[in-house]
């Protein structure tokens, strides 16, 4: 005779299972590229209900550099990690096929919003841009009349930069705009020499402003230049990037290119009252 025992069937857990959470790797690009990548992937995560996960030490900074971690102020669901993880999802920075319908599907003013949320800087980056406001005498509110972003020539554009006398004539109309013949602005250059052009065009009675580099070797932010300095040098160039767009964010009006992350980055985060960009008129992803 055979004897059968009754065995309680295996309780449920009442939590549901968990998705599993996307993955977030930087690689060489700008910096304004990684910028925009984390805040497409974490409005995406969210909008899915799943944690973000971001390896950020791969950058032409260093192999140890949290360069995100470091650069905005935590958030909630989103976890930095120093390697690979297990069972993920993985997104990539130029993933236009996952990103591109879900970003043109919400409003541009919410795209705004969630982009002052979520790239809000980290306060210990901030006390860092403030002896480069000092050092190149900055006024202490670094509030300007009008921000100019001159975007570099290369060979391989499929847009052509305006020339300098283009932004000088757009800033001109943003001094007429205003009745304000003695504005002050506030200049970021991919090389330094396009300063010195767009101050030698420009009308005497402009207080302009920018941001002059701790070391010759750096003119402006080129990765494949900068991978080439040293650890001091390079950290020393990245701050004085992020004071820069941190100037910018506070302008009054702006004058940039939206066919650059750059811009892209300023169009989002800015609290700008009017943006002109002199390439592509309208905000895209990418």
Request: glycine share 2%.
């Amino acid at each position: 005779m055979t004897s059968w025992l009754k065995v309680s069937p295996a309780k449920r857990s009442d939590e549901p299972v968990k998705a599993r959470p996307y993955f977030l790797s930087l690689d060489q690009d700008e910096f304004c590229t990684h910028f925009n990548t984390l805040f497409y992937s974490y409005i995406y995560a969210q909008s899915n209900k799943r944690d973000l996960v971001v390896y950020d030490k791969s950058t032409v900074m260093s192999s140890s550099y949290a360069l995100l971690q470091e650069t905005f102020a935590p958030l909630p669901e989103l976890t930095y990690v120093s390697e690979m993880q297990p069972s993920v999802t993985i997104l990539h920075a130029k993933d236009t096929g996952r990103f591109a319908p879900f970003l043109s599907s919400m409003p541009i003013q919410d795209l705004r919003t969630k982009a002052r949320y979520t790239l809000t800087w980290n306060p210990t980056m901030l006390a860092k841009m403030l002896p480069v406001i000092e050092d190149n005498a900055l006024p202490p509110d670094t509030t300007f009349d009008v921000g100019v972003h001159i975007r570099a020539s290369v060979k391989f554009d499929r847009i052509r930069a305006p020339a300098i006398n283009v932004y000088v004539d757009a800033v001109a109309g943003v001094a007429t705009r205003l009745g304000k013949p003695n504005i002050s602005v506030f200049v970021m250059v991919d090389e330094m020499a396009q300063f010195e052009e767009f101050v030698r065009l420009a009308p005497k009675t402009w207080a302009i402003f920018t941001i002059q580099p701790r070391n010759s070797l750096v003119r402006g932010i080129r990765i494949g230049t900068l991978a080439r300095q040293n650890g001091n040098t390079k950290m020393a160039a990245y701050v004085e990037y992020l004071t820069g767009l941190y100037c910018m964010q506070k302008c009054e009006n702006l004058v940039c290119n939206l066919s650059n992350d750059m811009d892209r980055f300023l169009y989002l985060t800015a609290s700008a009252q009017s943006f002109r960009s002199l390439d592509v008129p309208t905000w895209a992803p990418f």
